[in-house]
Antibody
Framework: EVQLVESGGGLVQPGRSLRLSCAAS????????MHWVRQAPGKGLEWVSG????????AYADSVKGRFTISRDNAKNSLYLQMNNLRTEDTALYYC???????????????WGQGTLVTVSS | QAGLTQPPSVSKGLRQTATLTCTGN????????AAWLQQHQGHPPKLLSY???NRPSGISERFSASRSGNTASLTITGLQPEDEADYYC???????????FGGGTKLTVL
């Protein structure tokens, strides 16, 4: 059974940093691209970032480019999102999502975690 | 980043057919097609269909996707109460090098 478990969310002040993690199990992690998708309270889905199976291809939404860094550790079956210089508009539930393919330039998310809540507020 | 366009809400009766639309451009929907996701309140999204209108295993045949030009559609036949949810489309945008989502359609089953 595929499982994606996010962690690392919490309350943080504007301008501070936070690192999210996603522990994956139930599939061959290094065969697939992975993504972070967020959802602000009461709002729609917003893609944040994606990373290919071997970290060779990485992409970011314009809203987080230069502030967020996605990475993965295939030996640990884990996905990460380093978030720096956080803004109030980054407040959202952050989901880890598995791609159907190995390339991040697809965005077909077939499995999702339950999400971890990030609240940016002073 | 410009997103895909979906109607905010659609209402249909029980056992009727609903068709949800998602409009993009030649760089996204018109290029590689769109995926469709269903999200019930308080739950993560669930993939219903992905590029080239493929349905993942376990998804009911009542859900079918199609594409005409820059517009993708999701048709749900024989509407059931459990189909009441938010539906999102997504696609890779080759000009933005990013995934774009639609704003979502809230489907109400009357």
């Amino acid at each position: 059974e595929v499982q994606l478990v996010e962690s690392g969310g919490g309350l943080v002040q504007p301008g501070r940093s936070l690192r999210l993690s996603c522990a994956a199990s139930g599939f061959t992690f290094d065969d697939y691209a992975m993504h972070w998708v967020r959802q602000a309270p009461g709002k729609g889905l917003e893609w944040v970032s994606g990373i290919s199976w071997n970290s060779g291809s990485i992409a970011y939404a314009d809203s987080v480019k230069g502030r967020f860094t996605i990475s993965r550790d295939n030996a640990k079956n884990s996905l990460y999102l380093q978030m720096n210089n956080l803004r109030t508009e980054d407040t959202a539930l952050y989901y880890c999502a598995k791609d159907i393919g190995y390339d991040s330039s697809a965005g077909d998310f077939d499995y999702w975690g339950q999400g971890t809540l990030v609240t940016v507020s002073s | 980043q410009a997103g895909l366009t979906q109607p905010p809400s659609v209402s249909k009766g029980l056992r009727q057919t609903a068709t949800l639309t998602c409009t993009g451009n030649s760089n996204n929907v018109g290029n590689q097609g769109a995926a469709w996701l269903q999200q019930h309140q308080g739950h993560p999204p669930k993939l219903l269909s992905y590029r080239n209108n493929n349905r993942p295993s376990g998804i009911s045949e009542r859900f079918s996707a199609s594409r005409s030009g820059n517009t993708a559609s999701l048709t749900i036949t024989g509407l059931q109460p459990e189909d009441e949810a938010d539906y999102y489309c997504s696609a890779w945008d080759s000009s933005l090098s990013a995934v774009v989502f639609g704003g979502g359609t809230k489907l109400t089953v009357l």
